[in-house]
């Protein structure tokens, strides 16, 4: 039986405990696509799953990561949407067609085997096809996944976004530049946050941010927004730091505005703000993201191709065990801006 690269975690203390193995490569049921693996792109979630720290359920002994893009190499006998050759994503959560997700246990890289690897067979309903017009490399089309999904959910799936509306991004990692992107298409300002005015510089020039602030420098950024707004506060906020910086967001949104909680990168504060009250006093949803569905995932990747954006991946790494562990490394020093995939093949 033809054999395959994979990747897997048989402890979750340190990325170090990743390790490879031969194993066979799977033969499609009637309603699953075998797919070929071009890329893998890299979620904080994967250095989670590897450190024991993802407050999730995750499978023994996981092939971690859950975004993929890759090649049709056959399909089951009762799959008639895919060919051999169509370019495809994944969606993070294989059971969740539309509407919200109920649980972390139908995710890959989870409860799971995940991508790392260079071969799998996936349900034919969790795929979508790449048009065959667009040429975003393998690379893009893997980081539009968890945080494209997680990005357009934000912005579409509850309240929409419109035109003209102000939206803040909190950090330079994936969800945030490719939340920018998407909402400065989509016609809206983004103000855009940072550690670093290196980073914010380079954001502004490559991808068009329209205002930035650096939240080191400026700890009350949340009044350096309203600022910017002339006072009304922003009509979304793409809320990355969680505990420690929810307070903020409420200062900053606007009335009857939108936060969407993504994210724990900031340290909890000692004394927990009273969100409650805090929405209360600004009418503002305060809204928990669990990624999205497949349904957003076909949103996000439609909007994608069809207005050719460039979707931010700030480096690729190879295959090989030393390449994949540099990777994560690479992840979680926080250098990046966008995402950090990894070649398959
Ligand atoms: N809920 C969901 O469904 C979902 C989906 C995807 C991701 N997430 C979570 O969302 C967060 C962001 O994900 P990501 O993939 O964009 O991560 P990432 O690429 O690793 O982004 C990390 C960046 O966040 C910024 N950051 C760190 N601490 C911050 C703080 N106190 N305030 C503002 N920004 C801060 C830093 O930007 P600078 O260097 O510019 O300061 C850092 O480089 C993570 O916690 C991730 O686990 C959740």
């Known amino acids: 039986m033809a054999k395959q690269q994979v990747f897997r975690l048989p402890q979750r203390t340190s990325i170090h405990d990743l390790q490879v193995y031969q194993e066979d490569i ?26 024991g720290k993802y407050p999730f359920p995750v499978k023994d002994d996981v092939v971690p990561g859950s975004d993929l893009s890759g090649e049709v190499v056959s399909v089951g006998s009762h799959v008639d949407d895919f060919v051999e050759g169509d370019r495809v994503i994944a969606s993070f959560d294989l059971k969740t067609l539309s509407g919200p997700m109920c649980d972390w246990r139908h995710s890959l890289g989870g409860c799971y085997d995940g991508v790392l690897r260079e071969y799998i067979a996936l349900p034919s309903a969790a795929l979508v096809k790449i048009p ?7 690379a893009q089309l893997s980081a539009l996944v968890c945080t ?14 419109k035109p003209g509306q102000t939206v803040v991004f909190l950090g330079t990692g994936g969800v945030s530049i490719t939340g920018l992107i998407l909402a ?20 502004q020039k ?6 930035t602030v650096n939240y080191k ?8 927004v309203l ?5 009304r506060g922003a009509d979304f906020i793409l809320e990355n730091g969680g505990a420690g910086t929810i307070a903020q967001s409420i200062d900053a949104v606007a009335y009857g505005g939108n936060i969407a909680v993504i994210g724990f990168l900031a340290s909890p504060p000692e004394r927990m703000p009273d969100v409650a009250a805090l929405a209360l006093g600004k009418g503002a949803v305060v809204r928990g993201i669990m990624v999205g569905s497949k349904e957003h995932l076909e949103d996000v990747t439609r909007f994608v191709t069809s207005k050719n954006l460039q979707v931010p991946v700030e480096m ?9 562990v540099k990777a994560f490394e690479y992840l979680v020093s926080g250098q990046h801006i966008g995402k950090v995939c990894i070649k398959v093949c």
């Open 26 to 51: 799977p033969i499609p049921s009637s309603n699953e696509v075998l797919i070929k693996i071009k890329n893998v792109a890299l979620n904080f979630r994967d250095f989670a799953v590897a450190t």
């Open 132 to 138: 065959s017009g667009s040429d975003l490399s393998f």
């Open 184 to 203: 400065k298409a989509a016609g809206a300002t983004a103000i855009i946050t940072s550690s670093s005015d290196e980073k914010l510089a380079r954001v």
């Open 316 to 324: 690729v790494f190879g295959f090989s065990r030393e390449e994949v």
């Open 206 to 211: 490559t991808y068009g941010a329209d205002y």
């Open 217 to 224: 420098t400026t700890p009350n950024w949340s009044q350096e």
């Open 148 to 161: 494209g999904t997680t990005a357009w959910n934000a912005l579409y799936g509850c309240s929409m976004l």
């Open 227 to 231: 600022k910017i707004t002339n006072g």
